[in-house]
């Protein structure tokens, strides 16, 4: 992957912000809509804010599990939908609210301490074995397919209250708003110079909002309402400050003391959330797998899978104590990082405080929640194609003319694509899930008794091979950088500063110390 900045790179301070403000915008729809989702389904009140806070609040400390090593956001997590639905429903005729909400996050996030605890004993390279690329490949495919849908529906539909208009004229705006925002981001990405190039998603999003805001202005005359996109009426009720969940866990907590039903209520949470977490790991191992090789050096072996699943789980924990919603991993911050080239873990730092920040900043919190979700629709296309991208970059290093590989990819590609989530009483396994529980069955039925081992290598073949590699990389390496400089992203003392450290990287690492 060409990366303009790596891990531990550090952009300009004016870069910095709009690259943490890009990556804020990326991770916003999907974080604010999970408590949308369940407000609309049991009628609670869910802070929108305080899920923004919660958001940056655990990526901070996943941050600090992983050592600042690992480019990634969390953000409220769709898998916990139904369990949240449960916990405010209740069950053995008590409902504690948002005391279930922290009840089934802290469950959540022990199963990944206990995961985390057998790996840092067992260690990692079982993972290469149960899920080599034919399987992690085609399951990170799936997870930017399976998100295709979402956002080619809301292209064609606009986040309205009651009078939202989803056929007619209104789609057809909404159509247009979202090629609007896709083309721009494109073209920024594509034909950009300096920091358009860098920054595409938040040019794509303000050139659709304006779009939007020029036929939300038509809207108001006399019988042309359906030209409305924007919601402008959000503004008449902003969220001034965050309702934490900390906050409002014991109200409506009825019974909670007398300890009539209590423990019976924690195992109808407990039932609820335990399952889901395990379903969740599976898509903690498959994002990770992807980020790796985006910023090619491999995250389950450094900081390690322990670190990423403690910060994960611990960085849930603390995120539903503040807004309610259990975190995970975001594809769409991994999708940003391999649009934009940016991979730097200070620009997800910056981006949590970001996030914390603006939860308490009524008027942008407002105005981000009005963007209308065709302009996010058609920046999400991007998003979502290039992880989608990313798994089958993974696959092309498979070889399909074997025929293990080729049954293990069409198991989980088949399986996936069609949709196979599976449903035990209240527990709902994924068919992105299943897709891979599938792919690591089959994986292990092809491989029974396959032990065979690559032939050694001839004397002198190693090193010449090791040599030859690290030319190619450095060569690569350095036509990028010629690029960049050309095209006036790098001055002359930044280019000298990265050609040192590209020939630098492709010797030391490509090169056994030896052959060195």
Not at 190 to 213: C, H, Q, R, W
Not at 415 to 426: D, E, H, P, Y
């Amino acid at each position: 992957m060409n990366l303009i900045y790596g891990v531990k790179d550090r952009p300009k301070a004016g870069q910095l912000i709009l690259f943490a403000l890009q990556q804020l915008l990326a991770i916003l729809a999907a974080t604010i809509t999970v408590p949308i989702a369940v407000n609309t389904a049991t009628g609670s009140e869910m802070s929108i804010s305080a899920a923004l806070f919660g958001a940056g609040a655990g990526t901070l400390i996943y941050q600090l599990f992983t050592k600042f090593r690992s480019p990634v956001f969390l953000g409220s997590s769709f898998a916990f939908i139904g369990p949240m639905c449960a916990a405010f429903a209740g069950g053995v005729s008590m409902s504690l609210g948002s005391f279930g909400l922290i009840v089934g996050a802290v469950f959540a996030g022990l199963v990944y301490v206990v995961i985390a605890i057998v790996v840092k004993f067992a260690g990692v390279k079982w993972i290469d074995k149960v899920m080599p690329a034919a399987v992690i490949g085609p399951t990170v495919a799936l997870i930017g397919l399976s998100l295709s849908g979402s956002a080619v529906q809301s292209s064609v539909s606009a986040t309205l209250g009651e009078n939202g208009y989803i056929m007619g004229l209104n789609s057809v705006l909404c159509l247009i708003c979202a090629l609007v925002s896709l083309a721009v981001t494109i073209v920024c990405s594509v034909y950009g110079k300096k920091m358009m190039k860098m920054i595409p998603f938040i040019i794509g999003i303000l050139s659709g909002y304006a779009v939007a805001a020029v036929f939300t202005a038509f809207s108001y005359i006399p019988g042309a309402e359906a030209m409305r996109v924007i919601d402008f009426t959000v503004f008449q009720s902003m969220e001034w400050l965050p309702d934490f969940t900390f906050v409002e866990m014991f109200k409506g907590a009825n019974g909670l003391f007398d300890g009539t039903n209590v423990g019976a209520y924690i195992g109808t949470i407990a039932v609820a959330y335990i399952p889901v977490a395990f379903v969740v790991f599976a898509e903690h191992l498959a994002d990770h797998k992807n980020i790796s090789s985006i910023i090619e050096h491999d995250l389950l072996r450094d900081p390690g899978l322990s670190r990423t699943l403690l910060g994960d789980g611990v960085g849930s924990m603390v995120g539903a104590f503040f807004g309610g919603c259990p975190n995970t991993t975001y594809g769409e911050s991994i999708g940003c990082v391999a649009i934009s080239g940016n991979a730097s873990v200070i620009t997800i730092f910056v981006t949590a405080l970001l996030a914390i920040v603006s939860s308490f900043i009524a008027p942008f919190v407002t105005f981000l929640h009005s963007i209308p979700s065709c302009v996010m629709g058609g920046v999400c296309i991007a998003l979502y194609g290039f992880i989608a991208v990313s798994g089958l970059k993974m696959v092309q290093k498979v070889d399909l003319n074997d025929n293990r590989n080729l049954f293990t990819v069409a198991a989980v590609l088949v399986t996936g694509v069609g949709g196979m989530a599976l449903t035990f009483g209240k527990v709902t396994i994924t068919a992105i899930a299943s897709a891979l529980i599938l792919g690591i069955l089959v994986n292990v039925l092809v491989n029974l008794g396959n032990k065979k081992k690559k032939a050694a290598p001839e004397e002198g073949e190693s090193s010449e091979k090791a040599e030859e590699d690290a030319s190619a990389v450095c060569l690569a390496e350095l036509g990028k950088l010629q690029d960049l400089r050309e095209a006036g992203i790098l001055t002359e003392e930044e280019y000298a500063a990265f050609r040192e450290r590209a020939v630098e990287k492709a010797v030391t690492e490509n090169v056994p110390g030896e052959d060195r």
